[in-house]
């Protein structure tokens, strides 16, 4: 089956500076490769995906990249607001319809302002 | 709010007890999740439920349970809890009837069980 190692498991960064958090997968099958961010005392929630068939997608300060030759995806986050402080998981698929995610076991970021 | 009802928020209980925790899907979703969040051990996905039926197994122990009803609502039992049973359990869903898998999942905030 499918296994997600994410790192690393804490981060801090200043305010403004930008955070980057790894992920990598063992099963080649795996096409759809969400990240999800949970707040405290919250569920976690969908921020960005990717499929396999995309190398990058961004939405205004956060971005995630895929290389599917060496099975890593990373998500970035520019300019970072002591909002983003919070847990981020990524996760990864063999995309089937309705097959259950694998999650990393989680990155807490925190933001310094 | 993501739509998801899980409760109850918070229970303490002691060592051999049995606990039921409730989830109520997002209008119309079919299929339910349930995953533990453990210190350290991020999301551990234990059962999944389709339209009623199961459809996936994780690292769910013989001790739990879990069941989706007819009204699409799941419960997940733990029996002969133990102090390493103390986590957060989370409960998801997804696929709104009518609609193609986006993928994603709507988290509910969870049930923290506490086993003394």
């Given amino acids: 089956g499918e296994n997600v190692e994410q790192h690393p498991s804490t981060l801090s960064v200043q305010e403004g500076d930008s955070a980057v958090i790894k992920c990598t997968y063992s099963d080649s099958a795996s096409n759809y490769f969400p990240w999800y961010k949970q707040e405290l ?50 996760a990864a698929i063999p995309y089937s319809g309705n097959t259950p995610l694998v999650f990393g076991k989680g990155t807490r970021l925190s933001v310094i302002a | 709010d993501s739509g998801v009802t899980q409760t109850p928020k918070h229970l303490i209980t002691a060592t051999g007890q049995r606990v039921t925790l409730r989830c109520s899907p997002r209008s119309g979703d079919l299929s339910v999740y349930w995953y533990q969040q453990s210190l350290d051990q991020g999301l551990q996905f234990l059962i ?42 989370f409960c998801a869903s997804s696929v709104p009837l009518g609609h193609q898998n986006t993928g994603e999942l709507f988290f509910g905030e969870g049930s923290r069980l506490t086993v003394l």
């Fill in chain 1, 41 to 90: 005392g919250k569920g976690p929630q969908l921020i960005i995906d990717i499929r396999s068939n995309v190398g990058e997608k961004k939405d205004q300060r956060i971005a995630v990249t895929l290389n599917k030759t060496a099975k890593h995806f990373s998500l970035h986050i520019t300019e970072t607001q002591p909002e983003d402080s919070a847990v981020y998981f990524c």
């Fill in chain 2, 48 to 89: 999944q439920y389709y339209n009623g039926e199961e459809r996936a197994k994780g690292n769910i122990l013989e001790r739990f349970s879990a069941q989706q009803f007819p009204d699409l609502h799941s419960e997940l039992n733990l029996s002969s809890l133990e102090l390493g049973d103390s986590a957060l359990y």
